[in-house]
């Protein structure tokens, strides 16, 4: 039974230490169409529960000063975890200067427990695939008991209280929630949340269910469909096909003031003549780099104070 796992470098966290909290099979309040672990029924409890103990003794065999994170996960959903809020305190014993962070999909934080526990936390993942309740429950197919706008409400109030580094993450689905109507609806709800990143990405991993993803090119379309203020990052890159598309200087800055790009994404998009302009543009001190949780991104100076405030 491996509960510690890693470290790994991960681009988003930095160098992560895993701890799976349902080591020995899945156990989650979701069977989402996309979850890379077998398709298994939905549970609100854990029925297979590991000892605060056995995780902390094997967690310090582990630890050492390279690692960034210790990242909370599991096979399954982490906050069904019955034990974490001591668990968090005796990390808090033991971590350093290391951060915590939680990889959850949000459904619990109706639970008021859970949702003050996640409090202590340095950083906090939190997904979100879909506002409309049918889209939710195709995509996700939550157990019985989770209500999506419930859910968003939450998620919602914790960003309001939270006073660490808020990621959300929204996975994409061919044919889902992929659509012009959805994305309008998640732009909304993200208005009102507070986060430090907004990941955007899509299936990389083989699913539980036979759904595509989508390409590079349409999360960049959908990137763009929301507002410009919004942190939103593109966090999937396995299957991009270089763009090589053709800009000019003040196109390079009209899309940076749309929305702020990493290194990965321009190589991405751009060919190697709009490369040597942005270059240019750096040097001019017209576009800066600002790092917002371990990434960087390209924003332009005017906009720098303006934009991704909560770094
Ligand atoms: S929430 Fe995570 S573990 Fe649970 S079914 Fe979805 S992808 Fe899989």
Do not use: W
């Not at 410009?228 to 000019?248: F, G, Q, V, W």
């Amino acid at each position: 039974m491996n509960i510690i796992f890693g470290p790994v470098n991960s681009r988003r966290f930095g160098s992560s230490l895993g701890i799976d909290l349902s080591p020995s099979s899945k156990q989650c309040n979701f069977d989402c169409l996309y979850c890379e672990l077998a398709p298994m029924e939905t549970v609100d409890s854990q029925h297979e529960v590991v000892a605060v103990e056995k995780i902390i003794e094997e967690l310090k065999h582990h630890l050492h000063t390279k690692i960034d994170v210790i990242t909370l996960t599991a096979n399954g959903e982490p906050t069904l975890y019955p034990f974490l809020e001591e668990l968090i305190d005796a990390i808090d014993t033991i971590k350093g200067s290391t951060q915590t962070l939680i990889l959850t999909n949000s459904a619990t934080l109706v639970d008021e427990k859970v949702f003050h526990t996640l409090l202590k936390l340095d950083q906090v993942k939190l997904s979100l695939d879909a506002v409309s309740s049918d889209i939710f429950k195709k995509i996700d197919r939550p157990h019985e008991s989770i209500q999506i706008e419930k859910v968003i409400q939450k998620i919602i109030e914790f960003s309001k209280v939270y006073k660490g580094k808020l990621f959300i993450e929204i996975l994409f689905v061919y044919g889902l929630n992929d659509t012009q109507e959805e994305v309008a609806k998640l732009n909304d709800v993200l208005k009102n949340i507070n986060a430090s990143r907004i990941d955007i990405g899509t299936i990389d991993r083989p699913p539980a269910y036979p759904v595509m993803g989508i390409s590079y090119k349409e999360l960049h379309e959908i990137s763009l469909m929301f507002d410009a203020h919004l942190p939103i990052h593109i966090a999937s890159r396995i299957h991009a096909e270089p763009n090589n598309s053709s800009y000019t200087s003040d196109e390079i800055m009209n899309t940076l003031d749309k929305r702020p790009l990493t290194f990965d994404d321009i190589n991405l998009l751009f060919d190697d003549e709009s490369k040597i302009k942005l270059q240019f543009l750096i040097e001019e001190e017209k576009v800066v780099t600002k790092t917002v949780g371990n990434l960087e991104f390209l924003v332009l100076q005017a906009n720098a104070k303006r934009k991704l405030q909560k770094s």
